[in-house]
C-alpha cells in the first residue's frame, strides 16, 4: 500500500485546482494527477519544476511533499518462483 499523499492533494485544493484543472495547466492527463496523489507514481523529473509552479511552491517543498508520498517497494517478488529460483 502507498503511503499517505495528502500534503500533494491539500497544496492542489488550497490553490484551487481541481484534478482537471492541475493536470490541464501541466499538460497530462487526470489520472495522471490522481497516480500522484495516490502515491502510485511520481511526477517526472521535467514534470517537477511546472508542478511546484502550478501549486505556488519551492522545489525543495515539492520534492517534501513526494518524499510523503513515494510509492512503496514491492513487498513480495513481481514474478512468483523468483525467489525460490534464486532470480
Keep these: 500500500m ?17 484534478q482537471e484543472g492541475l493536470a490541464e495547466a501541466l499538460g497530462v492527463d487526470r489520472t495522471t494527477i490522481g497516480r500522484w496523489e495516490r502515491g502510485e507514481q511520481l511526477p517526472q523529473p521535467w514534470q517537477r519544476p511546472d508542478l511546484a509552479c502550478k501549486l505556488h511552491i519551492t522545489m525543495e517543498e515539492l520534492d517534501g511533499f513526494l518524499r510523503q508520498s513515494d510509492p512503496e517497494p514491492p513487498t513480495s517478488p513481481v514474478w512468483p518462483g523468483a525467489t525460490s529460483l534464486g532470480i
Excluded at 503511503?3 to 488550497?14: C, E, F, K, T, Y
Design 2 to 18: 502507498a503511503r499517505s499523499p495528502r500534503p500533494l492533494v491539500n497544496r492542489r485544493m488550497i490553490v484551487g485546482y481541481t
